[in-house]
């Protein structure tokens, strides 16, 4: 299995950026797994920041994107999109897209994932 991201660049305070993940491997495969869009700024955790899910069909964003960000994904379909909008330089990072499993219980994102892809920056700034 490989993951590709792509989409990420130079965007301005306020601005909006639409991120996409391809997902190459077994169909089955890929049509198993749950999908995540994680964040790392160098010297912080990883962050995760939006999950969907397969085991309850459901898209969970982090509160930080919650209004923010959209994520999709369509049944069958092994790319998924991430709208990012209303950026702020504090968004300045690489993002990753992931496959494994992830949920939300009580507000917080949990996930173990098992196929990671290489990030794409993107940078805020003015």
């Known amino acids: 299995v490989q993951l590709q991201a792509s989409g990420g660049g130079l965007v301005q305070p306020g601005g909006s950026l639409t991120l996409s993940c391809a997902a190459f ?3 089955p495969m890929l049509e198993s797994y ?3 869009w994680f964040r790392q700024v160098p010297g912080k955790e990883r962050e995760t920041v939006a999950c ?3 085991s309850d069909r459901r898209t ?5 994107a919650e209004g923010r960000f959209i994520a999709s994904k369509e049944d069958g379909d092994s790319t998924m999109f991430r709208r990012m909008a209303a950026f702020t330089p504090e968004d ?6 992931a ?3 992830c ?5 917080a994102l949990y996930y173990d ?8 920056q993107v940078t805020v700034s003015s």
């Open 25 to 27: 491997g077994p169909k």
């Open 92 to 97: 300045t990072t690489q993002y990753f897209c």
């Open 103 to 107: 949920t939300r219980v009580a507000g």
């Open 52 to 54: 969907m899910s397969t």
């Open 34 to 36: 749950s999908y995540a």
């Open 60 to 64: 969970y964003l982090s509160n930080d």
């Open 113 to 120: 994932m098992d196929y990671w892809g290489k990030g794409t």
């Open 99 to 101: 496959m494994g499993q």
